[in-house]
């Protein structure tokens, strides 16, 4: 176990009350727990509030464009598979804007942990409807309610057989830290989608709504079982599940010695020593 402070970044220029330090928090705490050096460990992010989370840190961090995290992960993952890859980003960057990326790293199920801070608006650009808003929320682009229905990004995970697939909450911060070391444990693309109220611009799904509703999966579920996976991923409106929620057991498809033959890859070695840290 190491020292959390030694994780310790800049100072968070979050609202106060904001679910992103909480999330901040159990990174670092997960990182200190799993003694994981910061030399060891790479967070890469887009744009956004929960994109400014690595400037928060002292790790490797790599700051994309919105909506690239999960291309520039991906490649981290391929150059050095010794690091401890995370991806983190809001929801409007990685289902939004970083949508496609989304899908094709579901595809290929690259080992890195994937962390969507989902407070279910636009945080950074003022409360904008996002792809998690529900029908009729309310945003400056949309003073009647949005009209298109939310995307259920667990569910598309699960049909997808990502790595796994988990549910967490900022109000839970310990649940969140195991969830978080479970991910990393994890072969392939793990997806942890944590309920994060944005105290500023969502008004409905506040700390108190989430505290009425959020319940943790039994010690014993079994998330091995696809279609009971999906119903939990759709629970929403009374009572919301967290914790895995779904364990696909696939290895990444896209390790190096599935991409590229045997003979060819000696040939690579020295274009790849250019960007090995
Ligand atoms: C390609 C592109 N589109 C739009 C923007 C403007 N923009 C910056 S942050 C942001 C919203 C971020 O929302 P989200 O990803 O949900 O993160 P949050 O701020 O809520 O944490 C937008 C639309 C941009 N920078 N680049
Ligand atoms: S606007 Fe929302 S997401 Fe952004 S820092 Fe404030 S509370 Fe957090």
Not at 79 to 98: I, K
Not at 252 to 269: D, F, K, T
Request: proline content about 6%; some cysteine.
């Amino acid at each position: 176990m190491r020292d959390i402070k030694e994780y310790a970044g800049g100072t968070p220029a979050w609202c106060p009350g904001c679910g992103d330090f909480a999330i901040l928090d159990a990174v670092k705490q997960a990182l200190a727990e799993m003694d994981i050096s910061p030399s060891r460990a790479v967070v890469v992010s887009g744009i956004g509030q929960a994109g400014k989370l690595p400037h928060y840190m002292r790790v490797n961090t790599l700051n994309t464009l919105h909506g690239r995290t999960l291309p520039t992960a991906t490649a981290v993952t391929q150059v050095n598979p010794q690091l401890t890859v995370f991806a983190v980003g809001g929801d409007g960057d990685g289902y939004g804007e970083g949508g496609n990326h989304f899908l094709h790293a579901l595809r290929r199920n690259p080992d890195m942990t994937y962390i969507v801070c989902d407070n279910r608006v636009f945080g950074l650009t003022k409360g904008q409807a996002s792809p998690t808003s529900d029908v009729g929320t309310l945003g400056g682009l949309t003073p009647q309610g949005t009209v298109y229905p939310a995307l259920n990004p667990l569910a598309l995970a699960i049909m997808l057989e990502a790595g796994s697939v988990a549910r967490g909450f900022s109000g839970a911060k310990e649940h969140l830290v195991n969830l978080i070391k479970d991910a990393v444990r994890t072969p392939g693309f793990s997806l942890i989608d944590v309920l994060q109220p944005c105290v500023s611009f969502n008004k409905v799904n506040t700390w108190q709504w989430y505290r009425e509703r959020v319940y943790e999966l039994e010690a014993d579920y079994n998330p091995t079982d696809q279609q009971q996976a999906l119903a939990l991923a759709r629970q929403w409106d009374e009572q919301i599940p967290i914790g895995v929620l779904y364990r696909s057991g696939r290895e990444s498809s896209i390790a190096p010695e599935n991409l590229v033959s045997a003979e060819l890859r000696p040939n690579l070695e020295p274009l790849l020593d250019r960007y090995r840290v």
